[in-house]
């Protein structure tokens, strides 16, 4: 089948109700048929479900459709995204090991690099992703793990998977592992290029609707066998009301990121030519520096638009109050559209000249490009731009 009907069919397995939609399982436990059927499962010598901590039908599901898409061996589902990032770190390194990372990454992941990971003695080197050979300056012996995300939030610059996929070959011990939250696996499919674990926040585009928070892993089978064994025992699992819900979002996935990402490049279009607005950013966007590269990497340029309003601070303020349909929140990927000021809220606790290198300027915008009709989108966009002067 089709990737798009796999998301549509792939389904867990059918009871003795003869149901035709997913029922929810909202069981903490699995009955075994007899005392040796619960040795043989607990040996792994058969298949089966034990404990909702360990696996559960529709967690299951969620699992499968989201390997099916990235090209998997294996998955593991995670209360939240970050959950699942974090777990994809702790259960593979130790104390004295190395990360690599790009400079642009999610506030939460930074915190852990700088916060808590230093406490148990690893390290990360921050990089500028641009450069090759600040990727090769950076590895050290002791170095474990590469990770990254693209395209990065809300500077939306991407790196070059392809690059990095065949960089790490001159390195076999390296994990190489990014956050595709923001493409998601219809766009773009990191696996292809040599990747070995593939994160998500399942809260984002795969929920689309704002309503759970979610989170997966998914990669190579030895490396996922650690993550299990981490899960297991620390208890991040996602519930099975959220993957029931993910999991049915998921049927939806292509249609709906094919209207964020055709919705966003009109955006992006519109904006470039409005005289109020200093620069727009967009990976599919001719004018986006990686033009080439978003192409050839990804199948369309994402649903999140970034821009500069001329006036800077507090004229990006004046824009986001002057919004009536486009509410303020810090989520994205949601069937409604979204506007962010980074400067003054996720982005606020970094320097002026951090921030800069990542791409945040003063009066930088960020519009997660929802599912409402354009015209709507862009009167609200225009309005606000005409009345917050
Ligand atoms: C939101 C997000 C996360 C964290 O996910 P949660 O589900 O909120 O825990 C991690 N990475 C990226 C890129 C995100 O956008």
């Not at 298949?47 to 599901?61: A, I, L, Q």
């Not at 777990?87 to 593979?92: D, G, T, Y």
């Not at 130790?94 to 990454?105: E, L, P």
């Not at 003054?344 to 009709?373: A, C, M, N």
Request: proline share 4%.
């Amino acid at each position: 089948m089709k990737e798009q009907s796999k998301l549509v069919r792939s389904q867990a397995q059918r009871s003795q109700n003869r149901e035709h939609s997913v029922p929810l399982y909202l069981t903490s436990s699995f009955i075994f048929d007899d005392a040796e059927q619960g040795r043989a499962i607990f040996a792994g010598e058969e298949d089966g479900n034990v404990y909702s901590r360990y696996s559960n039908p529709n967690t299951n599901e969620f699992i499968q459709k989201v390997c099916d898409m990235e090209g998997a061996e294996m998955g593991l589902a995670f209360s939240s995204g970050m959950a699942a990032v974090f777990a994809s770190f702790a259960a593979l390194l130790k104390s004295g090991d190395h990360i690599v990372a790009c400079r642009s990454i999610f506030g939460s992941t930074h915190q852990l690099f700088t916060m808590l990971f230093p406490k148990w003695g690893i390290t990360t080197t921050y990089v500028d992703a641009s450069t090759p050979e600040k990727w090769e300056s950076a590895i050290q012996e002791n170095t474990r793990m590469i990770f990254i995300e693209t395209p990065s939030n809300p500077g939306l610059e991407l790196i070059d998977l392809e690059w990095l996929g065949n960089f790490k070959e001159k390195y076999p011990d390296i994990i190489l592992n990014v956050d595709n939250c923001f493409a998601t696996p219809y766009l773009q499919k990191p696996i292809a290029y040599g990747f070995d674990l593939v994160s998500h926040s399942a809260t984002k585009y795969m929920d689309g609707q704002g309503r759970v928070l979610g989170g997966i892993v998914v990669g190579k089978q030895v490396l996922m066998d650690e993550i299990m064994f981490f899960i297991r025992h620390t208890g991040p699992a996602m519930s099975p009301f959220n993957a029931w819900i993910i999991s049915k979002s998921l049927e939806t996935l292509p249609l709906r990121m094919d209207r964020h990402c055709s919705n966003a490049l009109d955006v992006a279009k519109k904006l470039e030519e409005h005289a109020e607005i200093a620069l727009v950013r967009y990976p599919f966007l001719p004018s986006h520096p990686q033009y080439e590269l978003a192409k050839k990497q990804m199948k369309a340029g994402g649903g999140i638009v970034t821009f500069i309003v001329k006036g800077g601070f507090d004229r990006a303020k004046r824009f986001l109050d002057c919004l009536k349909m486009i509410l303020i929140t810090s989520n994205l990927g949601d069937s409604r559209s979204i506007a962010t000021h980074p400067a003054s809220t996720t982005h606020s606790k970094l320097t002026d000249e951090e921030r800069e290198s990542i791409g945040i300027q003063p009066g930088t915008i960020r519009i997660s490009v929802g599912l409402e009709d354009i015209n709507d989108i862009m009167d609200d966009l225009l309005q606000a731009l005409e009345n917050s002067k």
